[in-house]
């Protein structure tokens, strides 16, 4: 799937660095979008943050961090830092779901919101200082090209939301095909846009 600004074209022959560095600037873009909303669209762009994020996470868990625990020095250690941290920020989305972000408990959602943004910027920071430079530094660029493409495929089937019962490291891998399906069904019977 192409992302704004890019042209189906492109993005097919995109590099993964590239592709994570650019969904990683969307996510900050989306953080923004929630923070700047009134009441009336704090909800909605909030549920479209929850979605990337959800997505994204999820094509790393499949994709990326797989590669790294073998292609990284120290890749093992690495890549379960990340995974506690997309553990925490899972949770702190299915807290932040159940909250009034528009009504007297706003303050309350806000402050929670701003500590997420700043795990979240945390996590983004870490991945791209330990895991993406191996990821340039040690293929090809066909490689790489094919491994934007397996991203975007897992994108395209991951959950759009976070799942209580899901765990980052597999043990619960066969919830994911399940939850994706019933995500995609929900978000196409509200007319939610996808991505």
Not at 4 to 28: K, M, N, Q, W
Not at 34 to 43: K, Q
Not at 79 to 88: D, G, I, P, S
Request: hydrophobic share 40%; aromatic share 6%; with cysteine.
């Amino acid at each position: 799937m192409a992302g704004r600004g890019t042209s189906p074209g492109a993005a097919a022959e995109e590099d993964v660095v590239a592709l994570l560095v650019r969904r990683h600037e969307e996510i900050r873009e989306r953080f923004d979008a929630v923070e700047a909303a009134g009441d009336e669209g704090r909800r909605a762009a909030f549920r479209r943050l929850v979605r990337l994020v959800t997505v994204h996470e999820t094509a790393e868990e499949e994709v990326v961090h797989p590669y790294a625990r073998g292609a990284v020095e120290g890749g093992e250690e690495i890549v379960a830092a990340r995974l506690e941290e997309e553990r925490r920020t899972s949770k702190a989305l299915l807290r932040l779901e159940s909250m009034d972000c528009a009504g007297p408990g706003r303050a309350a959602f806000l402050r929670e919101f701003a500590a997420l943004r700043e795990e979240a910027e945390a996590h983004a920071r870490a991945e791209e200082r330990y895991e993406f430079p191996p990821l340039e530094a040690g293929s090809d660029p066909e490689w790489r090209r094919a491994m934007a493409r397996a991203v975007r495929a897992a994108e395209s089937v991951a959950p759009t939301r976070p799942y209580p019962a899901a765990v980052p490291d597999g043990a619960d891998a066969g919830a994911g095909p399940f939850a994706a399906v019933v995500d995609r069904a929900r978000n196409a019977r509200h007319g939610e846009e996808g991505r």
